[in-house]
T-cell receptor, first 111, second 116 residues
Framework: QKEVEQNSGPLSVPEGAIASLNCTYSDRGSQSFFWYRQYSGKSPELIMFIYSNGDKEDGRFTAQLNKASQYVSLLIRDSQPSDSATYLCAFRRAGTYKYIFGTGTRLKVLA | GAVVSQHPSRVICKSGTSVKIECRSLDFQATTMFWYRQFPKQSLMLMATSNEGSKATYEQGVEKDKFLINHASLTLSTLTVTSAHPEDSSFYIC????????????FGSGTQLSVL
């Protein structure tokens, strides 16, 4: 079992729609979860982090964490073509400095 | 977010040469930096954790003598790929953690290494 599981996609949504990206993780002890956006040929950019169960909103982005079910999701409202990228889910392994990344979900927002 | 600068952004070299990549934290001090490698359409793979003033910690399967890491100051870590071969061609990305809980990981812009 991979430590972080993400659907590779591509996930295609029309412009203006809500994009929903999901991720499951295996480390029950982890306390810190992150979503990164990576454009082709570029390095990842941190867009959301969440430490507590529930929802966290920042602009058009909402991260949702459910530790009991070991999943974290990212909602992007009013999706724009510029949101088209690969979204990487990551967590910091409990008790370490190690960050574990998923393989990413490729999102395509269609104009 | 915090700024991590990485140079060069692209290197093309002949097989057998050594390549040095620099990673700097511009607006914060980083006692720990991380070096990742990413092959096309794959996820980030942690290569090593760079600790200021001490030896780097390498992940299993990463050759210490091939990937030399030096973290001489709180703002600079370097990765040297020694005697590079075509199979070392990859996207190398450095990162550093900061924030109130020192948990937000910020990345440099990456170095695309192509070994001919």
């Amino acid at each position: 079992q991979k430590e972080v599981e993400q659907n590779s996609g591509p996930l295609s949504v029309p412009e203006g729609a809500i994009a929903s990206l999901n991720c499951t993780y295996s480390d029950r002890g982890s306390q810190s979860f992150f979503w990164y956006r990576q454009y082709s040929g570029k390095s990842p950019e941190l867009i959301m982090f969440i430490y507590s169960n529930g929802d966290k909103e920042d602009g058009r982005f909402t991260a949702q964490l459910n530790k009991a079910s070991q999943y974290v999701s990212l909602l992007i409202r009013d999706s724009q073509p510029s949101d088209s990228a690969t979204y990487l889910c990551a967590f910091r392994r409990a008790g370490t400095y190690k960050y574990i990344f998923g393989t990413g979900t490729r999102l395509k927002v269609l104009a | 977010g915090a700024v991590v600068s990485q140079h060069p952004s692209r290197v093309i070299c002949k097989s057998g040469t050594s390549v040095k990549i620099e990673c700097r934290s511009l607006d914060f001090q980083a006692t720990t930096m991380f070096w990742y490698r990413q092959f096309p359409k794959q996820s980030l793979m942690l290569m090593a954790t760079s600790n200021e003033g001490s030896k780097a910690t390498y992940e299993q399967g990463v050759e210490k003598d091939k990937f030399l890491i030096n973290h001489a100051s709180l703002t600079l870590s370097t990765l040297t790929v020694t005697s590079a071969h075509p199979e070392d061609s990859s996207f190398y990305i450095c990162s550093a953690a900061t924030g109130s809980r020192n948990e937000k990981l910020f990345f440099g812009s990456g170095t695309q290494l192509s070994v001919l």
